[in-house]
Structure formats: C-alpha cells, structure tokens
C-alpha cells in the first residue's frame, strides 16, 4: 500500500510558467515532508522541505505547501527553467527522535519546453 | 559533485560471485542509510545506521549484509544474489537522524546480477 503518492508520471510546463507538482500521502505519522530533484544517473538532490506544523515554505524559485487536513502537498516551481526538467519525488517521514528511513512517491517527470 | 560518495558506479556480478558496495561521507553525519531502486520505482528503504549501530532492517533478505566500520563509511556486502536484485543501491546520510534533517544520496551504484 503507497502511503505517498505522485498520481502524475510526468508534467510538460513551458519556461517561464509554473510548474506545479502534486503529492498525497496517507499515513498520519509523516510529520515533515521533502521535496527531492533527480537527474539521470545522479542521486536525488534535496530541494525543500516542510514540517506540519506550517502550511507554507518558500526557497527562491520553490515554494511548498502543505494541505494537512487533505494530506496533500504541492510543490510550485517559478519561473520554470530549462535546468528544472528532472524527476522529482515527494517524500515523507517522522522528524525527532531516532534515525528513520524516508518514504518515497513514485516521482513525476517535469520536462520544460523551450 | 555529491557529498556523498559511492563506490563503484557499476558493477555486473554472478549469482555465486561476493561483492561489496561502499559509501564514504564527511559531512559528521552519524545517520546512514542504504536504498533500493528499481527501474521506475521510488527508493526503498533497506537499512539504517545510527551511531554506528543497525537501527532499522526492513526484512531484507540475509544475502545482503550491511556494516558500519566507523561514522564515515558503510557497506554493502553482497552475497548469492538474485536476478532480481538488480537495481540501483543509493546511500545517504543525515546529521544525525529524523525527517527535519534532509538526507544526501549518493549517485548510486548500478548493480547487474547475470
């Protein structure tokens, strides 16, 4: 059973628009959430992040928000750049405590178009 | 150029053949973490290292064997692999554990079972 998913396998946005990126989760547990880029043959490369306890976050060209009561995210990216096509990937998990794993959506592939 | 680095890139092994895959950070992160990711797949988590020490074992069968010989390194060992096991193994690592500290992959090593 996917606690986090990305329903879009891939989004086209011309440059210069917004690219909005979608991600659901299910488990109630997932107290922070991360937003990871991937080129091909590199590893994912953090981008942004957001704990629950907000329901906004901006970094330059990113923003994330954070719906809780609908357990949903977004992640909103302007102005698109040719640089920005990559897939990226939605993950959750539980912040304090001890070392915990992330999970992982199954990614969605932006392609901006000149 | 990743923080994180992983070792080999690539390797192609038989069934009967024992192989290591290494990861190497000095960030003093004193999480680390190995994936597993198949094609078109999110990363699933396999195992966790905090402080040294087996933290998390996501029933991964015993024909993978992980260690920790200081707060830098981790390995893989691998032994009697099965076709499908071929993926590509991302490590990561995180200051010291918890979502609210973002974790930094590695570019993986791609791993062929003949």
């Known amino acids: 059973d996917q606690q986090v998913k990305q329903n879009s396998p891939s989004l086209s946005v011309q440059e210069g628009r917004i690219s909005i990126l979608n991600c659901d989760y299910t488990n109630s547990m997932f107290d922070y959430f991360l937003w990871y880029k991937k080129y091909p043959a590199e590893g994912p490369t953090f981008l942004i992040s957001i704990s629950s306890i907000k329901d906004k976050n901006e970094d330059g060209r990113f923003t994330v928000f954070l719906n809780k009561s609908a357990k949903h995210l977004s992640l909103h990216i302007v102005p698109s750049q040719p640089g920005d096509s990559a897939v990226y990937f939605c993950a959750a998990g539980t912040s304090g405590g001890g070392a915990d794993g992330l999970t992982f959506g199954k990614g969605t592939h932006l392609i901006i178009q000149p | 150029d990743t923080e994180v680095t992983q070792t080999p890139k690539h390797l192609v092994m038989g069934m009967t053949n024992k192989k290591s895959l290494k990861c190497e950070q000095h960030?003093?992160?004193?999480?680390m973490y190995w994936y597993k990711q198949k094609a078109k797949k999110p990363p699933e988590l396999m195992f966790v290292y905090s402080y040294e020490k087996l933290s998390i074992n996501e029933s991964v069968p015993s024909r993978f064997s992980p260690e920790c010989p200081n707060s830098s390194l981790l390995n893989l060992h691998l032994h009697a692999l099965q076709p499908e096991d071929s993926a590509l193994y991302l490590c990561a690592s995180s200051a010291t554990g918890g979502a609210d500290q973002p974790q930094h992959f590695g570019d993986g090593t791609r791993l062929s079972i003949l």
């Open positions: 960030m003093g992160h004193r999480a």
